[in-house]
């Protein structure tokens, strides 16, 4: 499902996906399914619009939370007039074991969250 609002000069729209999510709860890996952030996709605008905003400017950096963020720009994965932005979060992986239980791990990576095109 998605949704837009306005941002900034432009319009930003939110997209979840159904999903099956894995979470730690009292130390413990939990499953549960339902919509779950997948990405944020901003309209076209002119570029000069994102000028000294991080989401449309190559470059990394860390937010206050301690959150690592880069952004790519003008690459294959972004075509010739976008950025893509990803951040590092904590990923959990449900490996099924033969039982029919799961077995869980846990590692950091980049995860792609949002993508700005211009015009």
Same mark, same amino acid.
């Given at each position: 499902k998605t949704a837009c609002e306005p941002y900034s000069q432009t319009e930003r729209c939110r997209t979840?996906?159904?999903?099956?999510?894995?979470?730690?709860?009292?130390?413990?890996?939990?499953?549960?399914?339902? =919509?779950?952030? $997948?990405? *944020?996709?901003?309209?076209?605008?002119?570029?000069?619009? =994102?000028?000294? $905003?991080? *989401?449309?400017?190559?470059g990394e950096w860390t937010t206050a939370d301690g959150r690592n963020w880069r952004t790519e720009c003008d690459t294959p994965a972004t075509g010739g007039n976008g950025c893509r932005t990803y951040a590092e979060v904590t990923v959990?992986?449900?490996s099924p074991k033969t039982a029919g239980s799961?077995?869980?791990?846990?590692r950091n990576q980049f995860v792609f969250n949002n993508i700005v095109m211009f015009r």
């Open positions: 979840e996906i159904w999903a099956t999510r894995v979470s730690q709860v009292g130390g413990r890996f939990v499953q549960s399914n339902g =919509w779950a952030f $997948n990405n *944020l996709t901003y309209k076209a605008s002119p570029r000069p619009l =994102w000028k000294g $905003n991080p *989401l449309g400017e190559e959990y992986q449900a799961y077995e869980f791990s846990q």
